[in-house]
C-alpha cells in the first residue's frame, strides 16, 4: 500500500485543525479562520507560478478580486440566480485570464512581471472610479441563499471548497504536467528542444493559477457579504510573494505555513501590537537571512542533522 504524501498528510492536518476549530468558535474567530483558509487557497495557486515555474506575477489580486466583482455585479444587477452566475463568472475569469496572459507573456519574465502588475493596478483604478461596480466603496451583497448565511454555514462552504481546491493543485503539481512546471523554471532551452512550446505552456499555468485565485475571490465575497476593492489592491499580491517565501516556495507546504502567519498577524496581532508591520519585516528579514528556503526548510534542516547524528552513534 502506497504511504500518503507527507505533504499531503500535512496539509488535510492544517485543514482539520481549521474544520474543528471553525466549528466551535464565535463569530470573530471563524471570520479570521475564513480569510487564513481562503489565503491558503489564494498563496498555494500564487505558488504554481511562483514556486514551481519561476513566474513572479504582481498581479495576482487582479484575479482574486475579478472572482468576487464579477459573482457580485452579475447577481446584483442582473438577478441571476447563483449556480448560472456561479458558471458565468468562472468563464468570464477565464477569458480575461487568457486575455492578461497573452500580453502578460508576450515577452520576457521581467516585463511578465511589470505588466502584471500595471494592469492590476490599472484595474484597480478603474473599478474605483467606476459608479456601476460601486467605485471605492465597493458592492455589498451576499450571493448566497438566505438559509446558508450563517456564520458557521458559510466557513463551511469556504473549508470544503478551499481543501477541494488545495487537493486539487497538489495533484497538479505531483502530475506530469507539475515536471513541466519545474522544467520551465530550471531549464526552459531543454524543453525547447524538446518541442515543448515553454511560453504556451506558461500561458496554461498563467491561467490555471489565475483561475484558482478567481475561486478563493468568490469564497472570500460569499464571506465579506459584498465585493469590495481590497480584494482588488495589488498589496495582496506582494502578500502571496511575502506568504510563499516566508512558508518556503519549493516545499507545497510553504504557502501553507505562510498562509497562516500573515493573515494571523494583519487579523489579531494588529489589534494588539501597532507595531505589526515592522514585526512582519524583521520575521521576512529574518528568514531571507538565515532560512533561504522559508520555514519549512527549517523542518528538513533539523531532521538532516538528526539522521547525521545517529548514523555517527
Wanted: charged fraction near 10%; glycine fraction near 10%.
Amino acid at each position: 500500500m502506497k504511504k500518503i504524501d507527507k505533504s499531503l498528510l500535512f496539509m488535510l492536518l492544517v485543514f482539520g485543525i481549521y474544520g474543528a476549530v471553525g466549528v466551535l468558535s464565535s463569530e470573530s474567530v471563524t471570520a479570521i479562520l475564513g480569510r487564513i483558509v481562503v489565503m491558503t487557497l489564494f498563496a498555494l495557486s500564487f505558488n504554481l507560478q511562483y514556486g514551481y515555474s519561476g513566474m513572479v506575477s504582481l498581479g495576482h489580486s487582479l484575479f482574486f478580486g475579478m472572482g468576487g466583482y464579477v459573482l457580485v455585479l452579475i447577481m446584483s444587477h442582473y438577478g441571476i440566480a447563483l449556480i448560472p452566475a456561479l458558471l458565468m463568472t468562472l468563464l468570464i475569469c477565464f477569458v480575461l485570464t487568457v486575455f492578461v496572459g497573452i500580453i502578460c507573456l508576450k515577452n520576457s519574465m521581467e516585463a511578465f512581471t511589470f505588466l502584471s502588475y500595471g494592469i492590476a493596478l490599472a484595474a484597480l483604478t478603474a473599478v474605483g472610479k467606476w459608479v456601476w461596480a460601486g467605485s471605492t466603496v465597493g458592492v455589498t451583497y451576499q450571493a448566497l441563499p438566505e438559509f446558508l448565511t450563517g456564520y458557521r454555514t458559510i466557513y463551511a462552504i469556504i473549508w470544503t471548497v478551499c481543501l477541494l481546491c488545495c487537493v486539487a493543485i497538489y495533484l497538479i503539481v505531483q502530475s506530469p504536467f507539475g515536471m513541466l512546471m519545474q522544467g520551465v523554471r530550471e531549464n526552459e532551452e531543454r524543453l525547447t528542444f524538446l518541442g515543448i512550446h515553454t511560453n504556451r505552456l506558461r500561458l496554461v499555468i498563467f491561467t490555471v493559477s489565475c483561475m484558482f485565485a478567481a475561486i478563493a475571490g468568490i469564497l472570500y465575497a460569499f464571506r465579506n457579504a459584498g465585493a469590495y476593492t481590497a480584494s482588488l489592491d495589488t498589496s495582496l499580491s506582494f502578500q502571496a510573494v511575502i506568504m510563499c517565501v516566508l512558508g518556503g516556495s519549493t516545499y507545497f507546504a510553504g504557502p501553507i505555513i505562510g498562509a497562516f502567519i500573515i493573515p494571523f498577524i494583519y487579523n489579531y496581532i494588529s489589534t494588539v501590537f501597532p507595531y505589526y508591520e515592522g514585526l512582519m519585516g524583521l520575521m521576512i528579514l529574518l528568514t531571507v537571512y538565515l532560512l533561504q528556503k522559508g520555514l519549512v526548510s527549517l523542518v528538513a534542516t533539523l531532521k538532516e542533522r538528526y539522521r547525521r547524528e545517529e548514523g555517527a552513534k
